[in-house]
């Protein structure tokens, strides 16, 4: 349920974040093996995260809900931002 949980959150940012100022666009959901680990990733053709956006000390409501939840899956967030936004959580399997 954590799982889904975040995927939801991932899914819910690209939406109100990527395309508030434009009517379409693409949101790739992924999720890929690497060795013992899942990495399921939601990417979109946004304008990315700010700068400044920290995922690990970040007050936001989404990004702490992401925290506690992947938490409980001994997982890590990782952020990119290279021609829109990407979210990926990897977890152990």
Do not use: C, W
């Amino acid at each position: 349920m954590p799982l889904g949980l975040i995927l939801n959150e991932m899914l819910t940012n690209s939406i109100k974040y990527a395309y508030a100022n434009k009517a379409g666009g693409e949101i790739r959901v992924s999720l890929l093996r690497q060795g013992h680990n899942a990495i399921l990733s939601v990417a979109d053709d946004g304008p990315g995260f700010p700068p400044t956006l920290d995922p690990d000390t970040s007050s936001s409501t989404g990004m702490m809900i992401m925290h506690m939840l992947a938490k409980q899956l001994k997982a890590k967030i990782r952020l990119q931002s290279l021609g829109g936004a990407k979210i990926s959580v990897i977890f152990p399997i």
